[in-house]
Structures are given as C-alpha cells and as structure tokens.
C-alpha cells in the first residue's frame, strides 16, 4: 500500500494508487449551497477536499473524470455540475504574514495575481481561449475584476477555492502580538483582506463567482471582515460533514488487517494495533448529531507508513508535524483563567463543561482579557482540535473533551512548563520520575514533590487543593506515551483508579515496571496542624499522624483490588503499585504495596 503522507493532490492521490478513504459520496451534498465555509484544526485533511472540489468540477478535466473518478462513489452516479467551472485557486498559507500591513498587503495581492496569471495560461493552453485578463501587479482587486468581465463571455462561470484563508490571524494566534496592528490594518474597512472578499461578494451577484468553498482552522477571520462577506454558510457543525475529513474506525481496520497481513502478523495483531491507535489518535467529533467519532488523518497516515515499513508500531506516536499545536496551550495559559481551565483538564475524565462553542469571535476578543470569557476560551481549544465535543449535560450544556493522548501529551508538556519553568526543574523531576517505572522506587519523586514542586503553587490553590491537584503534579512528571499507554481515572468495574501507566503492547520487552498509583490528600486543617508543624515532622513522624494513617490505610484496600482487576484486564504485567499522600502542598510520603 501507498499511503499519500503529506500529499492533497487528490487526482495525483486517486491516478497513482495511494491510499483514498472515499469521500466523494460528499460531494452532492455540498452542492445545496453555493458559498460554504469548512472548518477543521491543522493536518486534517481540508486542503485534499479542496483538490477533490478542483478536480472534480474543472471544465478543464472533463476528459479525465473518468481516470480520476471512474472507481469512486461519485464516478459511478456523478451530479449535473460535474466538469462545468472554471476553477480559481487561492492558497493563503502562501501568503507571507511577516512584516509591516503594507507589505503584507502587497504579498497577498501578488499571490492573488500570480493565481489569476497562472489561470489565463492553464485555460489558454487548455484550449479555452479567454479574452485578455489584465494583471495590475499594485492592485489585485482590479485583477479580479479583469477576469470577472472575461469569464462574462464565456459559458462557465468561475469556482472559488480558498485554502487556509485564515493564516493571518494565526500569526497573532501563535502569540507575536507585535501583529496586532498589522492585522487590523488586513480587516479594517478599506483593509486588503475585507475588500478582497467585498469583491468576492460582488462578484457572485453577477454570478461569475457562482461557487465559493472556504477552509480554515478558525471563524476568526470570518467574524472580523462580516460586513465584506457575510454570504458564507457555514458548515462545519453540520453532522454530515463530521467525517469529511478524518477517517473512520472501519476504514483503519481494513488498513491494519492489510499490514497485519503482509508483516504475517497473527489475527490478534489487528485488535492490538487498533486499540492503540484509538487511544492515541481517535476521539473527534465536531457536529453534534453525528454518532461517530473519528480519528486524525495525519497521524493515521503517519502510524500506517511506519507500521508497513517496519512492521513495528512508531516509537513516537506523535508525529513531529502536529506538535506545534502546543503553541495554542501557550497562548491559553497566558491567560486569566486559562491556567485554571488547564489544569482542570488534566483532572478527572479531562472534560469540561460549557454553555455552548462560539461560532463568532474576532482578533480583539483574542487580545482582550474582557472578551476571554470560559466560553471563548473552550471554543479556542475545539476549533485547534485540542477539545472536541464529548456530549450534553443533562441542562444542555456542552461537555468537551481531550480527544486522545496524543493531545493529552501537549496538555502534560505545557502544563510542566507552566508549573516548573525552570528547564533544570523539569530535568531533575523526570529523573526522579524515571526511579518509579525503572527501579520501583516513589520516594525521589516524592522528595522532589515537597522540595521543589509544591512551592510553585499560589495560596490560592489551597482552596481547592484536593487528590486531582495533587495526581496532575505527579502525572506531569510521570508521563511518558513513548513507553506507556497513560490513563488518569481508569475505569475498573464502575470505580476509578487515579493513574495507571500499562507498558504499551510493542514494548514489553523493556526492563520497566507497569505502575498503579492511588493518590490521596489531607487537608492541613482536617490534620489538625500548621505548615511550620508539618515541615519540622521526620517521615516516620508524618505516616504516625492519623488523617495520612486512614489514607494509607484506604489506599492500600483500593491498590489490592485494583491490581487484581488490571491483571485479570491484561494479564502478564510487572505492576508495581502505590500509595501516594500528600499533607497540604508541604509533605508527602509514600507505601509501595506488595
């Protein structure tokens, strides 16, 4: 199998014997409206359905639909419009966002020109024939309109592709507020970006511009430039178009069971390989309505490849290309109460509750700490696809979610850094993390708790200090997907196991432990003491007082039965469990459990 790993040619993709998840059967639904917008985070797949969309409506291609289409659902009941347009392609990833508004401006009229430039010699040389289009290098809208008055004398009208059309804002999203400025200066009245599209607009009253289709990660440009073009639909909650792009677990598994195949892999192999990618890679679901979830694209791509190659599992199950997501976890944590809504995300179940996901939000309410209410900020982390939708409380209330641990390990990464930010820290608290899965040993990483870590939190996360606090602290620090399939509240028999780290399927073959933590909190006055009481006590003095005796205690009854159970659910593991309790952010001490 070849699997298009970085490609979104789709006739080069469909043409050459790539791997195709069909999406075709799309296609007549996106014709029942004309100007769309489609929204989906980074290494989704967007830019391949915009090359489906060129090639399957290009007049140019009419010859080729059937070597391009003959095989897919489309090709074999194709719609009416099939074939009938001439296609203009934007791409405003290609548009350099660095420099002043004038420069800016000046780039994106020259990619706007060289677009139109390369349109006239296509059609041409396809034997179209069109009347002189004239390119004015300083003014791109007067472009547009020379090709608006050409296209006049023909019978096609024109489509639109707009690929990453919000690549401007994510500069600033990315955190250089120096940009600020200039991109006011892109969506202001007589802004570039706002009179593109009132052009665009303008443009599809005379129906020349008869299709626009529109990606992007987020609605932020849309809102800021509304009143240039507030014609788009958009369709990005719209339950149809949930898998759109993304694959579906039944299509991963025809791939595994492919490679299990040819790596002459036992039957078994295939449950293995799905579990994991499920756990890492699945859990997204963007339109309420929709019944399924489905998995990133990219990062199946990324498992495929390496998985035929070497007939092993990625070492690193996050490709380096989507880690840069973290940089929105950044621009969250700088933010009053985004630190807060962090934090709480690494707690039980990694969801939260909202009113709802705003579908409007611009450059300002990005900027302004008034306009960065929970609300928005929940809305920032589900169109990055960091949080996606999870369900509905009983009060209809959105409940979101980390969609996998692929994205649970940027939460872990940024939260690290925001608690110890201090690069020696964090080397020290992994080494003493290390101890746990590598020699059985707790007390390091405990010693390294009251030493170092404790003293970052602020007096007021004292007043809702409790076991989740004090599991995240540690599970920064204890996390590692490389070597283990990491999960905080496991599900064992209706009751939660606080951590658990199951040494992944491909790596048991390490001289490592599997590690069960149970993690409890004593609340300096329910001790009945002071800070300065407790930081004078000797460990043995610590575990004598009564309120970490019960706990010990408990814990200890919760292990047991827990480890039996993870067993029985594994079998073959090398556990080594925990008791973990912590006395205020002063003291805490550790039982490891036979």
Request: net charge negative.
């Amino acid at each position: 199998m070849k699997f298009p790993y970085g490609i979104c040619d789709f006739k080069k993709v469909n043409t050459q014997g790539y791997y195709y998840c069909d999406r075709t059967d799309k296609i007549p639904l996106l014709e029942k409206s004309d100007f769309q917008l489609f929204i989906r985070p980074r290494r989704f797949g967007k830019s391949l359905v915009l090359s489906m969309l060129e090639n399957y409506y290009d007049v140019a291609k009419k010859d080729e639909f059937e070597s391009i289409f003959g095989n897919l659902k489309i090709g074999k009941n194709p719609t009416d419009l099939r074939n009938s347009y001439f296609i203009l392609k934007l791409d405003f990833s290609c548009v350099d966002p660095t420099g002043s508004a004038e420069e800016v401006k000046k780039a994106l009229f020259n990619h706007i020109n060289v677009r139109i430039d390369g349109f006239c010699k296509f059609y041409n040389y396809k034997g179209f024939e069109l009347p002189a289009i004239e390119i004015n290098r300083d003014d791109a809208l007067y472009s547009i309109d020379s090709l608006i008055t050409a296209v006049r004398m023909t019978p096609y009208p024109v489509y639109l592709l707009i690929d990453e059309y919000d690549n401007f804002a994510n500069t600033v999203m990315m955190g250089v507020q120096s940009t600020e400025k200039r991109y006011e200066a892109l969506v202001h009245d007589e802004g570039p970006l706002r009179t593109f599209f009132k052009a665009v607009k303008s443009s599809t009253s005379g129906s020349m511009f008869d299709r626009v289709f529109i990606t992007g990660v987020s609605p932020v440009v849309m809102s800021d430039i509304t009143s240039g073009y507030n014609i788009a639909k958009n369709i990005y909650f719209q339950p149809k178009f949930n898998n759109l792009c993304g694959f579906k677990e039944n299509e991963v598994r025809r791939v595994i069971e492919q490679i299990v195949a040819e790596c002459k892999f036992g039957a078994e192999k295939t449950d293995e390989a799905l579990n994991l990618m499920k756990t890492y890679y699945d859990g997204y679901l963007f339109a309420f309505g929709s019944d399924e979830y489905i998995y990133n694209p990219t990062l199946c791509l990324y498992f495929f490849e390496q998985f035929q190659e070497m007939c092993s599992y990625p070492r690193e199950m996050l490709d380096d290309n989507l880690a840069t997501d973290e940089s929105k976890l950044e621009y969250i944590a700088q933010i009053p109460r985004g630190r807060d809504l962090l934090m709480s995300l690494m707690e039980k179940d990694q969801q939260v509750v909202a009113s709802g996901i705003s579908k409007r939000f611009g450059i300002r309410e990005m900027l302004s700490d008034k306009s960065r209410d929970y609300t928005f900020l929940v809305s920032f982390l589900y169109y990055f696809g960091v949080l996606t939708i999870a369900g509905e409380t009983e009060e209809l209330q959105v409940i979101l979610k980390v969609p996998n641990l692929v994205m649970k390990s940027l939460y872990v990464e940024r939260i690290q850094k925001m608690l110890l930010p201090e690069p020696e820290d964090r080397d020290d608290g992994r080494e003493a993390a290390k101890l746990v899965y590598q020699k059985g040993e707790m007390a390091p990483l405990c010693r390294f708790m009251e030493e170092r870590y404790f003293k970052v939190f602020h007096n007021r996360d004292y007043r809702w200090a409790n076991e989740l606090t004090l599991k995240t602290a540690f599970l920064t620090l204890l996390y590692n997907d490389i070597i283990y399939i990491m999960d905080s509240e496991t599900e064992i028999d209706r009751r939660y196991a606080d951590l658990t780290m199951i040494i992944r399927p491909d790596k048991r073959y390490g001289k490592i432990f599997d590690v069960l933590i149970e993690f409890k909190f004593v609340k300096l006055k329910d001790a009945g003491m002071s800070a300065d009481q407790v930081t004078g006590l000797t460990d043995d003095e610590l575990c004598l007082i009564p309120e970490i005796v019960k706990q010990i205690e408990d814990g200890e009854k919760q292990v047991q039965e827990y480890g039996e159970k993870l067993e029985q659910r594994y079998g073959n593991l090398r556990l080594q469990k925990f008791v973990v309790v912590s006395l205020g952010f002063e003291r805490v001490t550790t039982l490891p459990i036979a």
